[in-house]
């Protein structure tokens, strides 16, 4: 177990990227991250989530803004002055030194006494699991292990906040799932502030505590897995976390009115038309005796645990996802009526 | 958020995160010891002489007692309890006043720099550069900040501002502008002249015959292929100037023609044969061509640049033993374009096999598969596909020959025979004739004329930079070379290599032979003559300068690829510019630059043996250059990142991280730097003093007073030396390399 780690808050205030003329990589972001807190950076490639994460590592200079460690802002610091430490992509293992050598090296650099290390370096291999395999060299280890080695090496020299871009790319699926959750794990068993970069929301939305989803260097949205999910803020959000119809309707204040099909709603928005966003697993097929929106199938495709459809509202496509088989007798081309789970709609401005 | 309103103000002022003191400070006291306790000028050429008048103190310049104070500011100022980056960019205003008054006053005054001076200048930029990195306006730490400053300072000093004294002396003589020398250099016989009196033909009707059957020739091609009427003679125009200038380089006379014509020689020849030799060597089915091409390929490296031409008038020459021994003729038909063009063949050709060859393995064999797959026979492969995908490498094969036969100066010198070349030109107008700017002339003409083929290359190829990406090798089959071409092929390469071979068995042979063409009987008198006379001295002279500059110039070429391929900064296109500048100079230029910019006012450096260092340091710094940014490309950047994030410094990250990586590379270039250091010719044969001779200069001297067993012994013990040196140290450096790097995937 890592002792003596000292979190520290993290504040970006205004802080912009430009490579070259005009290129806006990070452009005016602001954002708060609490003590212990693991925050993560999503987004298309090219979003400008990696040039944030290597701002605050201070491999990358800012244009203009500040990086505030516990309310101290370290901008301009030098990247080796500042108490934070990333994981990479690549882990960056370095391929002339063994495993111990790999973890000791922040260590040695900082010329610690040699049984210290000897200790530190002890207790960062056990914290990950890999006793014994200290003389190891890393092309000897498996993907899973270089990435626990990574984490060793970062953790050791007690970073006031742990940066990681995009750590799981390079293992394969089923151990993707697994490598995270270890790493959620510790994260919160070691209450240490981390930031995560990643383009994959699956990932983002099990392992945060909070999300910022980023476009075009801009802060497109903030807020819980939950929140991003049942409240997206634009369209964007809505279609990069999960998938989302778009649907033209009007809103009162207190009903949604979707081409005659009313239900209550409540969100903050302001009454007049807008667009009504619908996630697929939300249409169910509706019972004779109730309220429902009229719709034709255009096709329809069974997956065992679920059947898809895809249906013509109005002239637009819905998309739908249902547990089970649904209603099997529909045909292809049969009107139908469908009703929405008033928790997986929400509203967004109108186009 | 107002920073007064919040309790932080109340902390002590000692930033948290940051430095307590800035890393500006053992520089500002390097530079105060340096200003106060050593002298900052020297009397004149010495540099280890302590005299009392030339102390900074003692001399009480007001400039100098700024530089002093300035450099005691920043000393203090690195103490002040405040946040990192203001206090370093109160650092930086002091330093910058310190560095700026100290260089205003060696302006003024002109006095030689001493050593004091040494210690104060490399203080203050060293203290420019923690400053810089402490404020943040430098990406990177201190280390990288001062290496950028001192990089960019060394191509100013040593790179650009020489070159630009030739430009200048050129056109602005005794202190005005002075276009005089320059057009009476440009009309003299020497530089270019077309009708000569003295012959019994024409020149000019000649050249204009031939302008006229290129005009002819031109519209006739045009007219059968049914162009426009204004194509016609657009081409019947070019063909009319095209065979003008062939005409002139032709029966002209002079340096420029002379030397255009060889390039029209040597250029495409010695690219066909790199071609074919690149084409053999990937594709043959013999192993023996493969290996044949190797020594091929190291031979001219480990060559000093003239000794094949040397070794060819022993076999070729009036004496020589093909022409005179067995043939039994007695001309001197090597000793002008014809034997010059061959010696540079020989010499180029294997430079532009392997830019050629690396140009092959990168092409993606599936192309050619599929072509085959296609019903393309070799034939057709060969032309429809291989030949358009190397036309690139081609284009850098013909330009880099154009490039070095035109700065070629050994072995016009040797071969030149009574033409004029504008390498050689050069050099003869300044020590023969004595007329530094008429050498500013021939040294800014030629200057001109590399520089741009070489940026047209650059410009062609695209890129214009070190850092280019190079194609990997892909696996899959080769199309094979067709039957009859690779027998073609194979009977050049038979008769090359015979020949080479013989070239360097007579220079072996001749050192042993009491005289050639006269009397071969065995004989140690040559070497007796070599140990007991200069010749040895001179060689272990040699020897030392090289490998004095070697260090330098492996390091410093480390360090231009790391900035230059690692890091992002405000000058490094220029940095990147000057290296590339020094690269394709041709040798005299850069020799005459050397003297005219390092003979007087602070920076006075001739005859020493320290500017013939300086110059193979920055001769050589791009071949050192090009291998640490291929080894570096081999390195994925995010191990030295790693290491940024575990809080090593740059130096840190190069000692622990780069240099056991690279250790193969390093040594490599750091071996080639001392091995193109000591077959250096045309950069230091200026730059030589009585007890500062270089071998290739001696070697070069003994030829000319036609000492040809001494000056084969020479040959011999240089060339057999740095094939033992290249052959050992590399084999060394594989195995060190194996050990360090340990297992690899």
């Known amino acids: 177990m890592i002792s003596g780690l000292k979190p520290a808050t993290v504040e970006l205030r205004g802080l912009v990227k430009r490579f070259g003329k005009d290129v806006y990589a990070v452009d005016d972001v602001d954002l708060h991250i609490a003590r212990g807190e693991l925050l993560t950076l999503l987004g298309p490639s090219g979003c400008g989530k990696t ?8 491999l990358e200079r800012p244009t203009a803004g500040q990086i505030l460690l516990d309310d101290e802002d370290v901008a301009r610091l030098p990247a080796y002055l500042r108490d934070v430490t990333m994981v990479f992509q690549s882990y960056a293992l370095f391929p002339h030194m063994n495993v111990f050598e790999n973890v000791a090296y922040g260590l040695r650099v900082a010329r610690r006494p040699k049984d210290e290390i000897g200790t530190r370096v002890e207790e960062a291999l056990a914290m990950v699991g890999l006793e014994g395999l200290a003389h190891r060299t890393p092309s000897q280890l498996s993907g899973g292990q270089q990435q626990r080695v990574a984490l060793a090496r970062a953790l050791v020299i007690r970073p006031r906040v742990l940066l990681f871009d995009e750590p799981l790319s390079n293992l394969d699926a089923k151990l993707r799932k697994r490598v995270r959750e270890d790493i959620r794990e510790l994260q919160q068993r070691l209450g240490i502030t981390s930031v995560y970069v990643t383009h994959d929301q699956e990932e983002a939305l099990a392992i945060s505590d909070r999300v910022v989803v980023m476009r075009e260097g801009v802060v497109e949205q903030i807020g819980s897995p939950h929140e991003l999910y049942t409240r997206p803020a634009s369209r964007f959000v809505a279609d990069f976390i999960g998938s989302a119809n778009f649907l033209p309707g009007r809103y009162d ?15 903050d928005v302001a009454a007049g038309p807008v667009t009504v966003m619908v996630r697929p697993e939300a249409v169910e097929f509706a019972r004779d005796d109730e309220p429902a929106l009229e719709a034709t199938l255009m096709s329809s495709a069974y997956l065992g645990a679920a059947t898809e459809y895809v249906f013509d509202v109005a002239g637009t496509e819905l998309f739908a996802t249902m547990s089970g088989g649904g209603m099997s007798a529909a045909e292809k081309g049969d009107r139908v009526r469908l009703r929405l789970k008033p928790t997986a709609v929400s509203l967004l401005p109108p186009d | 958020m107002d920073a007064s309103s919040t309790p932080n103000a109340l902390r002590p002022r000692r930033p948290a995160a940051g430095l307590a003191v800035s890393g500006a400070w053992l520089p500002a006291a390097l530079a105060i010891v340096g200003w106060w306790a050593l002298p900052i000028g020297r009397p004149n050429r010495p540099f280890l002489t302590l005299e009392p008048d030339l102390y900074a103190a003692s001399i009480g310049h007001p400039l100098l007692w700024l530089t002093l104070f300035a450099a005691v500011a920043a000393l203090a100022l690195s103490f002040l309890p405040v946040p990192t980056a203001r206090r370093a960019d109160m650092v930086l205003a002091v330093g910058v006043v310190a560095l700026a008054s100290v260089v205003a006053w060696f302006m003024i005054s002109t006095t030689p720099f001493g050593m004091g001076a040494l210690l104060v200048l490399a203080g203050l930029v060293m203290l420019l550069g923690n400053a810089l990195s402490e404020s943040g306006r430098v990406q990177g730490d201190a280390f990288i900040a001062s290496s950028i400053l001192f990089v960019s300072l060394f191509v100013l000093l040593f790179i650009l501002y020489p070159l630009f004294t030739v430009l200048r002396s050129s056109i602005y003589i005794d202190g005005r502008f002075d276009f005089s020398v320059f057009l009476r250099t440009m009309q003299h016989p020497l530089f270019f002249m077309l009708g000569n009196d ?13 302008s006229l059957a290129g005009l002819i020739g031109f519209a006739t091609f045009a007219l059968w292929r049914r162009v426009r009427w204004t194509a016609v003679l657009a081409r019947a125009v070019l063909g009319g100037a095209l065979g003008f200038v062939l005409g002139a380089l032709i029966y002209g006379n002079g340096a420029l023609p002379t030397s255009l014509l060889l390039v029209s020689i040597v250029a495409p020849t010695a690219t066909l044969l790199g071609l074919a030799f690149a084409l053999l060597g990937q594709r043959g089915r013999l192993g023996a061509v493969r290996r044949s091409l190797d020594v091929i390929s190291i031979l001219p490296i480990i060559t000093p640049p003239f000794v094949l031409a040397f070794a060819m008038i022993f076999l070729l020459g009036r004496r020589g033993l093909v022409t005179y021994n067995l043939l039994d003729m007695q001309s001197s038909w090597i ?10 063949i020989l010499a180029f050709t294997p430079i532009a096999y392997l830019l050629l060859r690396g140009s092959l393995s990168s092409l993606n064999p599936a192309l050619e598969e599929a072509a085959q797959t296609l019903g393309a026979g070799p034939w057709v492969t060969l032309r429809t596909i291989t030949w358009p995908l190397v036309r690139p490498g081609l284009a850098a094969a013909f330009l880099l020959s154009m490039i070095e036969s035109l700065a070629d100066f050994g072995n016009p010198i040797i071969l030149g025979g009574n033409r004029k070349y504008m390498a050689t030109e050069v050099y003869l107008s300044l020590t023969g004739r004595f007329n530094p700017n008429e050498a500013a002339v021939y040294g800014a003409v030629l200057l001109l004329m590399v520089l741009g083929a070489f940026f047209l290359q650059r410009w062609w190829l695209g890129g214009g930079s070190f850092v280019t990406v190079t194609g990997k090798p892909t696996s899959g089959a080769l199309a094979s070379i067709p039957r009859g071409l690779e027998v073609g092929l194979t009977v050049v390469l038979f008769v ?7 070239l360097y068995l007579s220079i072996v042979v001749g050192s042993f032979a009491q005289l050639w063409g006269v009397n071969y009987t065995f004989t140690l008198r040559h070497y007796q003559d070599f140990f007991a006379g200069a010749g040895w001295e001179v060689f272990l002279f040699t020897a030392r300068v090289a490998a004095i500059s070697a260090v330098p110039a492996m390091l410093l070429g480390f360090l231009v690829a790391y900035l230059v391929a690692r890091q992002r900064f405000f000058g490094r296109r220029f940095v990147e510019f000057g290296s590339l500048l020094s690269f394709a100079t041709p040798g005299t230029v850069m020799g005459v630059a050397y003297i005219f910019a390092f003979n007087t006012g602070p920076v006075l450096l001739t005859a020493s043996a320290t500017i013939i260092v300086i110059a193979l340091v920055f001769r050589n710094m791009p071949v050192a250059i090009r291998a640490a940014v291929a080894g570096l490309a081999q390195i994925d950047p995010s191990l030295e990142e790693a290491s940024t994030m575990l809080r090593a410094r740059s130096l840190t990250t190069m000692r622990r991280v780069l240099f056991p990586l690279l250790i193969n590379t390093l040594v490599t270039g750091l071996i080639f730097a001392f091995v193109t250091a000591m077959t250096a010719v045309s950069q230091v044969i200026f730059l030589v003093s009585p007890g500062n001779q270089f071998a290739t200069v001696l070697l070069l001297g003994w030829v000319d007073q036609g000492q040809l067993g001494r000056a084969a012994a020479m040959g011999t013990i240089l060339i057999v030396s740095l094939l033992l040196v290249i052959v050992v140290v590399l084999q060394l450096a594989r195995m060190l390399g194996a050990r360090m790097v340990g297992v690899r995937t």
């Open chain 2, 496 to 502: 090359w290599t015979v020949f080479v071979a013989a």
């Open chain 2, 335 to 344: 000793f002008g374009i014809p034997g010059v063009a061959l010696a540079q």
């Open chain 2, 198 to 210: 003295r012959s019994a033909v024409d020149e000019v009707a000649l050249t204009l015959r031939w």
């Open chain 1, 253 to 267: 204040g207190q009903q949604i009115d979707l081409l005659g099909y009313r239900w209550t709603h409540e969100q």
């Open chain 1, 51 to 58: 040039t944030a994460l290597r701002l605050i590592a201070g």
